[in-house]
């Protein structure tokens, strides 16, 4: 059974830092394109970033280019995302996500088909 948790949420004033971490079990993930999402109260469910299977390509929502930055564990089976200079409008609840099978990037909450129980973070102004 595919699991994905999320770790990392919290509390954090304006200008502060995140990191997030998603743990992946019950299927290696290492060929697999993973991504992050968020979803704010009242609004739709919003692609944060993803990273390619290899991990050497990595994409960006407009919003948080120059402030987020997507990774992958040594295992693979772990992604990160490091949130610097967080803002109010960045409050949501983040997501992990990977898709059904070996795509090597998506961008799309479509493409993807596990999802994590997801991880507060609140940004004070």
């Known amino acids: 059974q595919v699991q994905l948790v999320e770790s990392g949420g919290g509390l954090v004033q304006a200008g502060g830092s995140l990191r997030l971490s998603c743990a992946a079990s019950?299927?290696?993930?290492?060929?697999?394109?993973m991504g992050w999402f968020r979803q704010a109260p009242g609004k739709e469910r919003e692609f944060v970033s993803a990273?390619?299977?290899?991990?050497?390509?990595?994409y960006y929502a407009d919003s948080v280019k120059g402030r987020f930055t997507i990774s992958r564990g040594n295992a693979k089976n772990t992604i990160y995302l490091q949130m610097d200079s967080l803002k109010p409008e960045d409050t949501a609840v983040y997501y992990c996500?990977?898709?059904?099978?070996?795509?090597?990037?998506?961008?799309?909450?479509?493409?993807?088909?596990?999802w994590g129980q997801g991880t507060q973070v609140t940004v004070s102004s």
């Open positions: 019950g299927r290696t993930f290492m060929d697999y394109a």
């Open positions: 990273i390619s299977w290899g991990g050497g390509t990595t």
């Open positions: 996500a990977a898709p059904p099978t070996p795509i090597p990037v998506a961008t799309m909450d479509y493409e993807y088909h596990y």
